[in-house]
């Protein structure tokens, strides 16, 4: 089953931005796939965490390589934008670019108001906003981290709700993303 989950057999998970993009750390890792909301996806991420609940009561690991950052969120711990970069090394950097370039040369940028997420697809950030100016672009940045930073939220809340199934997930917030990645994979 992991095989299927990591081999793109799945919609479950994606290959980080820095492996699509074939730089930085963490190129052979997986992260939630943010794109997965239908019900059946849903399902699927329950399901999951139902796996990995039954591989830490039995101690039988699951082989899977997920990014730290989903191991963090999955004992509860918000993202940073430190995490961020562990996945998508140019995306912060890119922001903060973005938030302290000249505004001789900032206008001459002619930015949407949207951002990629992990996927690679736009997303539009406001509907307020059609460009990205020198007067908008700070409230751009904070968006912009913002849904970056929360981009899994429903698929990591699935996967919850599945392992609540077998283990009590209230006591995940006792160990760190690493130890959690040590119980369900060895």
């Known amino acids: 089953m992991c095989d299927e989950l990591q081999n793109g057999s ?4 994606i290959l980080t931005p820095n492996g699509r993009d074939e730089a930085g750390t963490n190129r052979d890792c997986f992260l939630l796939n943010p794109a997965a909301t239908l019900p059946i996806h849903l399902s699927m991420f329950r399901f999951l ?6 591989a830490i009561r039995t101690g039988s690991p699951l082989s ?9 969120q999955l004992v ?36 949407p108001f949207a951002t990629h ?12 906003y059609q460009r990205t100016t020198v007067e908008n672009r700070a409230e751009y940045v904070r968006l912009a981290l913002n849904y970056r930073l929360h981009e899994f939220d429903e ?9 609540s199934k077998v283990i009590p ?15 369900i994979c060895g």
């Open 155 to 163: 698929q990591v809340a699935a996967v919850r709700e599945g392992m």
């Open 169 to 183: 997930v209230p006591m995940l917030s006792l160990f760190t993303g690493h130890e959690l990645e040590t119980m």
């Open 10 to 13: 799945l919609p479950l998970l």
């Open 49 to 54: 965490g139902i796996l990995m609940g039954i």
């Open 117 to 128: 997420s992990a996927t690679g697809q736009e997303v539009r950030l406001s509907a307020k």
């Open 76 to 111: 509860g711990l918000p993202l940073t934008p430190a995490d961020l970069n562990e996945v998508d090394r140019d995306y912060v950097p890119g922001l903060m670019c973005i938030r302290d370039m000249e505004p001789e040369a900032f206008q001459k940028l002619d930015m």
């Open 64 to 72: 899977l390589n997920l990014a730290e950052p989903v191991w963090k």
